[in-house]
């Protein structure tokens, strides 16, 4: 299996993983979710590569949980702002900011990384034939 082949099957597990917690959390989602899933998922391990080998589980989940949120905002300005499709609102959360992003999924995605690392993980050793890393908690 090719590369590209390989990290096409990670983008589309990682599309569905997220449709299938809004699924779950709320009873819709939306193409857009799909797309953002993909990317987190695929650059979850950009941001593993670029640790290294010596980062522990819990700075791969911060790193992880700010870029999730990062591409939530990113998404959320594109999709509700520009094109005012109103996928999600999170003006009624505490500490959100302009309705896109709050505190509350911010956290929820630093819990989510962990399983979501471990899954990427998984899918390059089946896939690619990649070494499974050990882990370090901190």
């Given amino acids: 299996m090719t590369q590209l082949q390989a990290y096409a099957i990670m983008?589309?597990?990682?599309?569905?993983?997220y449709c299938g917690i809004e699924l779950l959390a709320r009873g819709y989602s939306h193409i857009s979710m799909f797309l953002a899933g993909g990317l987190c998922f695929i650059?979850?391990?950009v941001?593993?590569?670029?640790?290294?080998?010596?980062?522990?589980?819990?700075?791969?989940?911060?790193?992880?949980?700010?870029?999730?949120?990062?591409?939530?905002?990113?998404?959320?300005?594109?999709v509700n702002r520009q094109l005012h499709l109103n996928v999600w609102d999170y003006s009624?959360?505490?500490?959100?900011?302009?309705g896109q992003i709050c505190l509350l999924y911010s956290n929820l995605w630093f819990l989510l990384s962990?399983?979501?690392?471990?899954?990427?993980?998984y899918m390059?050793?089946?896939l690619l034939g990649y070494q499974i890393p050990h882990y370090r908690i901190f």
């Fill in 11 to 17: 983008f589309f597990t990682g599309g569905f993983l």
């Fill in 43 to 45: 650059l979850i391990g």
């Fill in 47 to 78: 941001i593993q590569f670029v640790l290294g080998d010596s980062a522990s589980i819990v700075s791969q989940m911060i790193f992880c949980g700010i870029m999730i949120t990062g591409i939530e905002l990113a998404f959320g300005m594109i």
């Fill in 92 to 98: 009624g959360q505490q500490y959100n900011f302009q």
């Fill in 114 to 121: 962990c399983p979501a690392i471990l899954l990427h993980d």
């Fill in 124 to 126: 390059e050793y089946l």
